[in-house]
């Protein structure tokens, strides 16, 4: 009788440790989606500029210096190294780029550059919300991994917490390949 109850005692435990297991890897692969989704805005983010350059540029000739800073804060943020100061830096250029547009009303009315205005607000919302989505995921998963009878086992089973700074890490935007951009 005592073995069957030993049995019993050790079965519970394996399902209640594989339910645990379950669980915490599937919370932990929706930090990783948050972070992938994140690189893969940062990506379209990165390839957007080149043409938004390009579209600028003809207007603005002599504008080169705030073009050239955002080529330059773009190259750096698709780096290899790179953390969110560098996708900062950018956003900035960015809004220099395009306050351009109210600078001179033909570009403001110039069609690429309006549609690429759009999609630059178009991904910087999808980053904002992939950003969040990242922050709930690491708050999920953190609250799983904490939680009773989880907390147990996870430092066992090689769960580490997440870090809500892993964002930084996340926005490195690697992309495969830096367009080249010319002023002429």
Do not use: C
């Not at 069957?4 to 399902?15: D, Q, R």
Request: net charge negative; aromatic share 6%; hydrophobic share 45%.
């Amino acid at each position: 009788m005592e073995l069957i109850i030993l049995v019993a005692i050790i079965g519970v435990l394996a399902v209640v440790g594989i339910g645990i297991y379950n669980r915490l890897v599937a919370l932990r692969q929706n930090v990783n989606q948050g972070v992938a989704d994140i690189d893969a805005q940062l990506r379209q983010r990165h390839d957007l500029i080149p043409n938004l350059v390009n579209t600028v540029k003809g207007y603005a000739t002599h504008e080169a210096d705030t073009l050239e800073a955002v080529i330059t804060a773009r190259n750096q943020a698709s780096g290899g190294s790179v953390n969110s100061q560098d996708e900062a830096a950018l956003r900035v250029a960015l809004d220099k780029v395009l306050a351009l547009g109210e600078a001179y009303p033909d570009l403001k009315a110039n069609t690429n550059f309006q549609e690429l205005q759009r999609e630059l607000a178009n991904v910087e919302d999808k980053l904002a919300a992939s950003r969040r989505a990242l922050n709930a995921a690491v708050s999920r998963y953190n609250t799983g991994r904490e939680s009773f009878p989880a907390v147990m086992f996870a430092g066992a089973m090689g769960f580490e917490e997440a870090d809500f700074h892993r964002l930084d890490d996340s926005e490195q935007g690697v992309v495969d390949q830096v367009p080249n951009v010319e002023f002429s």
